[in-house]
């Protein structure tokens, strides 16, 4: 079974930046669509971007588009997440997980990992 394991979170200033990271174990990391999801507390867990196995396709959601960058290296079997322009309201556990394709990217089928927590606060 493939493994997740998110890192790379902390405490930020509004407008800062963070960089994420999200190493995967197994085999067929590129043949899969890869994605961030966070959940802020007392909230569900919501899409943040999704890219595709050969990079060629890229998702964001509304409030981070123009702030956030995901990007994967197929031959360290990673996926990233760059930050910038911090928010207050991007504060939540941020975790990575797969799909199939692009297509199916918002309701992903891998098992969740423990995520990483993203706390932006002056």
């Known amino acids: 079974q493939v493994q997740l394991a998110e890192s790379g979170g902390g405490l930020a200033q509004p407008g800062g930046s963070l960089r994420l990271s999200c190493a995967t174990s197994g085999r067929a990391f590129s043949s899969y669509a890869m994605g961030w999801f966070r959940q802020a507390p007392g909230k569900e867990r919501e899409f943040v971007a999704g890219i595709s196995g050969g990079s060629f396709s890229i998702l964001y959601a509304d409030p981070v588009k123009g702030r956030f960058t995901i990007s994967r290296d197929n031959a360290k079997n990673t996926l990233y997440l760059q930050m910038s322009s911090l928010k207050p309201e991007d504060t939540a556990i941020y975790y990575c997980?797969?799909?199939?394709?692009?297509?199916?990217?918002?309701?992903?089928?891998?098992?969740w990992g423990q995520g990483t927590q993203v706390t932006v606060s002056s």
């Open positions: 997980n797969r799909a199939p394709t692009i297509g199916l990217i918002r309701t992903p089928t891998g098992s």
